[in-house]
């Protein structure tokens, strides 16, 4: 059906128009020069503009014939999405040779968000013409930026490559968002692949690895309108998923009105490409989902910088195609133009970027080695709570520490930034009281990217530089030893596996819940006993939950335990010609007390059983 004015048009030119739905255009191609010469012949004939009105596909949704300025818009359901184009772009003719695009097109090409709107024209017998599209910038006024090409042949238009045009311009708009679209969370689909055998690296259960992605999903702020589960013997080399999934997900998106496709692994920046030039989404992996998360949650400044790190190296090799400006038409000579020198640019600018970031994080360390070593001078031993994320590490240095100012959440990756408090471990009863210096770590998930790993590697040493690692399991996820793998993989990327640890199996009173009928159950010390025998299975440590304080005093027990059956109680005495020794001495142990003879110093001194070697030629029998 050929819309628009129609009156006192013959029917033959109907038909000829008509007709124009019977035409497909190569996917990344503007028009073909078939269609532009029969579109021309019909301007022609009736001194009108005609429009067609494509798909990404290709396919021809709608013809319009309008009068010399103008011609309807096309009668089809536009996207709401601000930080998206319609999916739709507008190939018009103009009755005069001149083919610069008019206020009304440009208008239109704003209020429709086409993917490009181009004009065609006659000159001298052959076919001319420019297009324009949305730069995804802002403008002072609110409004997005338009860019487009002087008037050219056709044959030079179609080399433009609008596959990669599109994917640029949404990947633009969805990082500079009008402030009335934040209102509206993104709409998300969700797409994970079942590998069979020896391909599931991860062993975990697909379906339990996609509901993971939901929580961080939610955690983004997005809205999942729909998930996709895939069985495959391997990944596809183009898509990541199969061509027929693919093919689903798009329509699937028209449908459900997504923004957003979400894939739960980390594909490659071709995968990405493609699929976003398959299902006009905009396509994200898990990697990129944590790292937008870890932007939301980072508070201090170490904690933006390591971000930002991560993020630059994880985006550098994903930046592709032309560029925005489009100048580059062929790889002649003659037909090179900023394009490809813009993107050369902006490696350059991230390479240097990247660079400035490793020096002020280089500069953070050596603060914090400052601070670890000074904190060594107070002889107060240390330990790092580690664990995957949501186990409930900051609620449990809250209530170790008598405070509730470490922020708590249900929601993955609550806390990024480290925080360091000071813990009693006596009981309030008791005297000679023992102190140790607790740091809440960022918690650890399943497939964590070595983008994230290398990046926070300031952080992390906070990890590797303490004398005890407290394991803190999630007791109520029924694959909480598959948790437990995740964390260990990531402590053996950063060496320190071989720490000695304290499993910590964390909010029992979840698993004590009557479901919402009565009260939950009080445990018992027999049913404590059975839990820890059942969980930590030859693995030192204890059955707490951390939320309502019960097995606290269990935990600090067994802290108190580690310390003092690591650390020797020595009396030793240092012949005055290995003064140097003392020195040492002061940097590694605790001084109870010195006095002197004529053999040498006198000292009585805790020390950590793997620094007394040096010392033990030293020992006094009492």
């Known amino acids: 059906m050929v819309h628009g004015e129609l009156q006192n048009i013959k029917s033959d030119l109907i038909e000829k128009m008509d007709s124009f739905y019977d035409y497909v255009v190569p996917a990344g191609q503007l028009i073909t020069v078939e269609l532009a010469e029969k579109m021309l012949a019909v301007t022609e004939v009736l001194g009108r503009e005609v429009a067609v009105y494509l798909n990404r596909q290709g396919k021809v949704v709608q013809v319009s014939v309008g009068d010399n300025a103008t011609v309807d818009l096309p009668e089809i359901r536009q996207r709401t999405s601000n930080n998206r184009l319609s999916g739709i772009r507008c190939v018009h003719t103009h009755p005069s040779s001149d083919t610069r695009l008019s206020a009304p097109d440009l208008s239109s090409l704003r209020s429709m968000r086409f993917d490009v709107m181009a004009a065609l024209g006659l000159k001298d017998g052959k076919i001319y013409g420019s297009m324009a599209f949305l730069s995804g910038e802002l403008t002072e006024t609110g409004s997005y930026a338009l860019q487009g090409t002087n008037e050219l042949p056709l044959k030079q238009l179609n080399k433009f490559d609008l596959v990669q045009l599109v994917v640029a311009i949404n990947r633009e708009l969805g990082r500079n968002q ?56 391997k990944p596809d080399n183009a898509y990541f998923l199969g061509k027929g999934k693919v093919d689903e997900i798009a329509m699937a998106a028209q449908n459900l009105e997504a923004d957003l496709l979400i894939i739960d692994d980390e594909i490659s920046p071709s995968q990405q490409r493609n699929l976003e030039a398959a299902t006009g989404l905009r396509v994200i992996d898990r990697t990129a989902l944590i790292l937008d998360i870890f932007a939301q949650r980072a508070r201090s400044s170490a904690g933006k910088l390591q971000v930002e790190l991560a993020q630059l190296k994880y985006n550098l090799p994903r930046i592709g195609g032309q560029g925005l400006v489009l100048s580059r038409l062929g790889g002649g000579i003659g037909t090179r133009g900023p394009g490809e020198t813009k993107l050369e640019l902006d490696r350059r600018k991230i390479h240097g970027r990247i660079h400035d970031l490793e020096e002020q994080l280089d500069k953070l360390k050596k603060q914090r080695k400052l601070h670890r070593s000074q904190r060594k001078e107070s002889r107060i031993p240390t330990a790092a709570l580690v664990g995957y994320t949501n186990a409930g590490k900051s609620t449990l240095l809250n209530a170790l520490s008598n405070t509730a100012d470490v922020l708590v959440e249900d929601k993955l990756f609550a806390t990024l930034d480290p925080t360091t408090r000071i813990v009693e471990l006596n009981e309030p009863d008791e005297k000679n009281s023992q102190q140790l210096l607790l740091t809440d770590t960022v918690g650890f998930i399943q497939k964590l990217p070595h983008t994230l790993v290398n990046a926070f590697e300031a952080t992390l040493e906070e990890t590797v530089e303490a004398d005890l690692l407290i394991h803190v399991v999630d007791a109520s996820n029924e694959n909480y030893e598959l948790q437990i793998k995740a964390v260990m993989e990531v402590l053996k990327e950063i060496q320190a596996d071989d720490k000695p640890s304290i499993f910590v199996f964390n909010k029992v009173d979840k698993m004590m819940d009557t479901g919402g009928v009565g009260t939950p159950l009080e445990m018992t010390d027999e049913m404590r006993e059975h839990m820890a025998h059942r969980m930590l299975q030859d693995r030192e440590g204890v059955v707490i939950s951390a939320k309502s304080q019960n097995g606290l005093s269990e935990l600090r027990a067994e802290i108190r335990k580690f310390f003092s059956q690591s650390r020797l109680h020595l009396t030793l005495c240092i012949p005055y010609s290995d003064g140097a020794m003392v020195t040492k001495l002061h940097e590694v142990a605790i001084i109870n007390k010195t006095d002197y003879n004529g053999e040498g110093t006198l000292l009585e001194v805790e020390i950590p059983s793997s620094d007394s070697a040096p010392f033990m030629k030293y020992v006094v029998n009492d």
């Open 178 to 233: 009008l402030i009335e679209t934040e209102e509206r969370p993104e709409k998300a689909i969700l797409a994970g692949v079942a590998f069979s055998g020896l391909n599931n690296k991860w062993q975990w259960d697909p379906e339990e690895s996609l509901k993971e992605l939901k929580g961080l999903t939610e955690t983004a702020g997005a809205e999942i309108v729909g998930t996709i589960m895939q069985k495959k013997d």
